[in-house]
């Protein structure tokens, strides 16, 4: 709407605060709301961390519904609306987060931690990650259409039509991967930070290297906004956690996360810049598979933010300790994009 009356720069920063302001705004009354539906909010897990069975009880769920209403406003309001990237990207959150909540409303209405089946999931995110993937190919020529850009090596390397479900593990891997994390007060909202903030000052500066290639700032301006109500949701968020995002949040944020990374070409960059989240997913497959293997665990408990639950660490220390390495990551990430030129 504002898009062609500011220079990108001043785009992303009042996508940012705008994004953040209405969390600010609307989170005290929204989590009133969620309140008065949920009554006993989130169900939690019986065989997570005994801990959680008290200090979590009654919190309510959902609260990823107010950050995709802020991304939304912050994205319509600064973004470029004419670009079919921006559409992709709002539609990406649409979609899983339509996913999210029948996921959230189900586990809610029925007091059950479970609702949709993990094969069902599996499916909606593949058949959506497979329109994105095909439409992020058509928006590139050769060598590009189906590249992939090795981080700090600057070389690109052609998987033809493999890119095309490689994309579709990207997008799905990273909204399942965020939804893994998202079992401690602050612990995914943090860490979505630091990927957005690079992929933010990447598609920005690539952006300002080539004007006539539009999508970029736009892209950049989402990445903004989506940091902005994060930082805005870690506000009620943070321990003790006045409301977590649910399935809502972290599956759309995820896939938003994904899609970024492939239509800016930074797919391997984001396996970097996501470590925690790359970790997180990891550990939940190397515990089922090493189980049913041998009935024996390799971590205490899975995903691994639980571990070290298990070790006696305490919730605030796990998540300041994961936030730390999400920045590290971040930075390293960041490195192996500008050193190339340097």
């Not at 009554?39 to 065989?47: A, D, K, L, T």
């Not at 301006?221 to 968020?237: E, K, P």
């Not at 205490?300 to 070290?308: E, G, K, S, T, V």
Request: hydrophobic share 55%; charged share 10%.
């Amino acid at each position: 709407m504002l898009y062609s009356f500011l220079n990108p720069l001043y785009a992303n920063v009042l996508a940012f605060f705008t994004a953040f302001a209405i969390m600010l705004a609307g989170g005290k009354k929204f989590i009133e709301i969620m309140h008065a539906w949920q009554h006993e909010g989130q169900p939690i897990r019986e065989c997570g961390p005994q801990s959680h069975l008290l200090s979590k009880k009654g919190t309510p769920t959902m609260g990823g519904l107010l950050i995709l209403v802020s991304i939304f406003v912050s994205t319509l309001l600064y973004a470029n609306l004419t670009l079919s990237t921006t559409w992709v990207c709002l539609g990406v959150l649409v979609v899983f987060g339509a996913a999210g909540f029948y996921d959230d409303y189900i586990k809610v209405k029925k007091h059950t931690p479970d609702a949709m089946t993990a094969r069902v999931k599996l499916l909606i995110q593949f058949a959506a990650a497979l329109g994105i993937a095909l439409f992020a190919v058509d928006q590139y020529q050769s060598p590009l259409k189906y590249g992939l850009i090795i981080p700090y090596l600057n070389i690109t390397i052609n998987l033809w039509y493999f890119f095309i479900p490689f994309a579709m593990i990207v997008i799905a891997g990273a909204s399942n991967a965020v939804n893994l994390s998202d079992g401690l007060d602050g612990l995914a909202a943090g860490l979505l930070i630091p990927p957005f903030v690079v992929l933010g000052i990447i598609t920005l500066l690539i952006g300002f290297g080539l004007p006539n290639f539009l999508p970029y700032p736009s892209l950049s301006i989402i990445c903004s906004a989506v940091i902005g109500a994060c930082a805005g949701f870690l506000w009620f968020n943070c321990s003790p956690a006045k409301i977590f995002m649910g399935d809502t949040g972290s599956l759309s944020l995820g896939a938003l996360l994904g899609t970024i990374a492939i239509l800016s070409k930074q797919e391997l960059l984001l396996a970097i810049i996501g470590i925690v989240f790359v970790i997180e997913a990891l550990s939940v497959m190397i515990q089922v598979f090493w189980y049913k293997r041998t009935k024996k665990r390799v971590f205490l408990m899975a995903p691994i933010h639980h571990h070290f639950e298990q070790l006696g660490w305490k919730e605030t220390t796990v998540v300041m300790r994961f936030w730390i390495v999400g920045w590290i990551a971040a930075i390293l990430g960041l490195i192996s994009v500008i050193s190339p030129s340097l």
